[in-house]
């Protein structure tokens, strides 16, 4: 069952990405790949086995993480990737500087922009992470080498070393 489960999980990622390759082609066949800014985001990651759970609703890394592919035409290079941090807030205040709008300095997110024409340049500290399982709220703040979460009670805390333990396996707290 466990196999099942990992297999229609990795088709479902094959069908997205055949989805999107026929999205990128039609754009190009309709000439508007040059004026055509495309975001793609999914769900966040689901837990196929690690840390011995199946499903969502943690804190975790594969949890966590949400795919991302931003294409903006005369910014953007093909093939560049970052490992900056950047959060899902970030979107709105990105996609009103692409469309050449103003940007209110009150909102939560900053824009990307400056890391999709520099993917070397710097992301944010820290980003965000909440979470509810059952009457549990979860949170969590993750720099670039620290994830620190906690489960709102006494000996439920965490923090990882991502550096030295990527896969958040020796909870440090």
């Not at 006494?154 to 333990?165: F, I, R, V």
Request: proline share 5%; net charge neutral; hydrophobic share 40%.
């Amino acid at each position: 069952l466990r196999r099942e489960y990992i297999q229609a999980y990795h088709a479902c990622i094959s069908y997205i990405d055949a989805q999107l390759g026929m999205l990128f082609k039609a754009l190009r066949e309709h000439n508007l790949w040059q004026d055509t800014i495309v975001v793609f985001t999914s769900d966040h990651g689901y837990h196929l086995g690690e840390h011995f759970m199946w499903g969502k609703v943690t804190l975790f890394e594969e949890c966590a993480r949400v795919p991302l592919i931003i294409r903006a035409p005369g910014i953007t290079r093909a093939g560049t990737s970052t490992d900056a941090l950047v959060e899902l807030v970030d979107f709105h205040p990105t996609l009103l500087e692409l469309c050449g709008l103003e940007v209110n300095d009150t909102l939560q997110g900053k824009s990307l922009v400056p890391l999709l024409g520099n993917p070397e340049a710097p992301g944010k500290k820290y980003a965000y992470t909440v979470v509810s399982r059952g009457t549990k709220l979860g949170r969590s703040i993750r720099t670039q080498g620290w994830r620190y979460a906690q489960w709102g009670g006494p000996g439920m805390a965490e923090l990882y070393d991502l550096k030295n333990d990527p896969r958040e396996y020796v909870n440090l707290v």
